[in-house]
């Protein structure tokens, strides 16, 4: 009988430890998520999700801004720019979160050809060896690192 | 032996039992955990790193790359396309690890046009009932006025005498070609044609009536007005396309908007306002 009761103390315990444990970490986590103030580098003019919209990157979009306009800039066209610039910034995570990388044709297109690019440019400053055979290489050294699994219903080749 | 409890006990368990699942379900939605099993896709054919390759984009990959549907392919061929797949999805995993997508300026723009074509495709899809178009063209008139025109000539004279003399032979002039086109032009194109000192004096004339010798540093005119064609709405049956495309571009600029807004509430965001002063004393 005192067995019982006492293992019954023990898994209300645990019970009681789970519950302070989950309500701690959420409260923690969404504590975490509001009260979290992104560091801002002295390089950044605002930062969107904690990614940093950069000094340089503000100056190239005023600099293109005040091209297309013959008055000075105003106070007004700053701020413009720098909300487009965060537009732009919440249309990328978004379309980067949304996997618009895999699921949009010309997006995946951009995608494969900047990396492919990136890495026969590698290949050309390393060595001599054809592209076409180190990519070969490299693609089969990503198979060998990958973890694929092929579903029952498919004959894998 | 299972302990037997009574009824308020058991109560007090099962409240317990429930706060200890609220407090453990509200720590995993926090986390942002994503149970990839109460997710997965029953089509898929293969998984990459978690990532999975499913028939739809096998049928599409195939249709791209053949024009067939990926069950009218040969084993071969199927192996083909899926092999393709799994290349382009490692080398999409080798641009996620690296960051490209966040930082090559291409993708950057091709992500942000994607995004906003999501966010507007409803709209642009989304067929315009004519009572829609007529309530539109009704609130908006302003936007189909066909501004003044004027067809006018003018004549250009290297002194007064010779305007003069001009102007007081009955005839109209043949003598000379107007500096103007003979085609009604809106006032802003005259003024660049004319200049505004020419363009004021020929807004005094009425259709039919030629103006005194206007003396000009560089010459001497006469001014003739042709006609005068007032500023008047257009009907909406001659401005449809136009309206339909204003129509069009305003439900899309507001669906884009209406997106931003989202994502901005959805967002944090943080403005470095030290570093925007400093820029400005630079």
């Known amino acids: ?152 219903n498919w004959v894998a080749p | 032996m299972m302990p037997m409890h009574s009824t308020p006990q058991r109560s007090a368990l099962a409240i317990r039992g429930m706060l200890a699942f609220a407090g453990l379900a509200v720590a995993m939605m926090s986390s942002g955990l994503k149970l990839n099993g109460f997710t997965e896709n029953h089509n898929m054919l293969v998984s990459i790193n978690q990532q999975p390759i499913t028939w739809q984009q096998l049928n599409f990959a195939a249709q791209r790359l053949t024009g067939e549907n990926a069950d009218k392919l040969t084993s071969e061929q199927k192996n083909t396309v899926i092999n393709l797949l799994i290349d382009e999805e490692l080398l999409l995993q080798r641009a996620e690890l690296l960051g490209i997508a966040s930082t090559d300026p291409g993708i950057r723009k091709a992500l942000a046009r994607a995004v906003i074509n999501q966010a507007v495709a409803n709209v642009l899809a989304q067929p315009i009932r004519s009572e829609q178009l007529e309530t539109f063209y009704r609130a908006h008139q302003t936007l189909f006025i066909q501004p003044l025109r004027i067809t006018l000539q003018a004549y250009r004279y290297t002194s007064m005498k010779e305007a003069q003399l001009a102007l007081a032979a009955t005839a109209p002039i043949t003598d000379r070609a107007s500096v103007l086109p003979l085609s009604p032009m809106p006032l802003h194109m005259l003024r660049r044609y004319l200049g505004s000192a020419l363009t004021d004096s020929a807004l005094l004339l009425r259709a039919g009536q030629t103006s005194a010798p206007i003396m000009r540093p560089e010459a001497v005119y006469l001014l003739h007005m042709v006609t005068v064609q007032a500023e008047q709405v257009l009907p909406l049956s001659q401005v449809r396309l136009q309206a339909e495309a204003e129509y069009r571009r305003r439900g899309r600029d507001n669906a884009l908007q209406q997106r931003l807004k989202e994502l901005h509430e959805g967002a944090q965001v943080t403005v470095a306002s030290d570093n925007l002063l400093r820029l400005d004393f630079e």
């Open chain 1, 1 to 152: 009988m005192s067995s019982s009761i006492s293992s019954h103390r023990s898994a209300l315990k645990l019970l009681l430890a789970g519950a302070s444990v989950g309500i701690l970490l959420g409260a923690l986590s969404a504590v975490s998520h509001q009260g979290n103030e992104p560091y801002l580098s002295a390089t950044a003019v605002a930062s969107v999700n904690h990614q940093q919209i950069l000094l340089a990157e503000y100056r190239r979009a005023m600099s293109l801004f005040a091209n297309d306009k013959r008055e000075p800039l105003t106070e007004d066209d700053r701020s413009l720019v720098l909300q487009r610039l965060i537009d732009e910034e919440l249309l990328i995570q978004q379309g980067i979160s949304s996997g618009l990388m895999r699921s949009d044709l010309a997006v995946r297109a951009v995608v494969l050809e900047s990396v492919l690019a990136g890495l026969i440019t590698e290949i050309e400053a390393t060595d001599g060896d054809s592209a076409e055979q180190t990519l070969t290489d490299y693609l089969a050294h990503l198979r060998a690192t990958a973890s694929i699994e092929w579903a029952s």
